[in-house]
């Protein structure tokens, strides 16, 4: 565990955190509101604790987003788009890299050895719904988030959500 992320698991327990669950209700990522943009933006401290979970490529309700990973590093698996026959790719982001991820774009997040990832997160307001692709009769067919995940996509969260300095508990120790 290198020194950064100790710092950083040390600061973001004074900012209020969503942890995200996959299916089988284990936590995989943990989100850090920072703060509020004009014009919608959003920015957020990401902590993936685990892989994404196994529900197939997802994409986002953004139009825009972006990530640059603070510490740890990721593969992501990305599907190039119907221009590129679909094709799916796997590439690393390291720490330092910025990754930008638009509405389009179908991914999932897989962690190497299991080792934990920070990133900065920032994101433009919802333009869309979002959901996940699976492998269907030698196609992709999507299905809506609503359909899929039990946890409610309340766009304002953090307004009510706790922090971990109060509740320590609530996530995961520094592994």
Not at 11 to 40: K, W
Not at 131 to 142: D, I, S, V
Request: net charge positive.
């Amino acid at each position: 565990m290198s020194i950064f992320s100790q710092l950083l698991y040390r600061i973001s327990a004074f900012f209020r955190c969503r942890i995200i669950n996959g299916p089988d209700q284990q936590p995989y990522l943990e989100r850090y509101h920072l703060l509020r943009l004009p014009f919608g933006y959003r920015v957020y401290l990401h902590r993936f604790v685990a892989s994404d979970p196994g529900r197939g490529l997802h994409n986002h309700p953004w139009r825009n987003a972006f990530s640059v990973v603070l510490a740890g590093c990721y593969e992501e698996v990305r599907m190039l788009g119907a221009d590129n026959d679909n094709t799916v790719i796997r590439r690393k982001i390291r720490s330092g890299n910025l990754n930008r991820i638009n509405g389009s774009i179908f991914h999932r997040i897989n962690l190497i050895d299991d080792r934990e990832c920070w990133t900065l997160f920032v994101h433009s307001p919802s333009s869309q719904s979002w959901g996940f692709l699976q492998p269907q009769n030698y196609r992709y067919a999507f299905h809506d988030h609503e359909k899929i995940v039990r946890q409610s996509s309340n766009p304002e969260w953090w307004k009510t959500a706790a922090r971990p300095l109060r509740f320590p508990d609530m996530r995961k120790p520094l592994s």
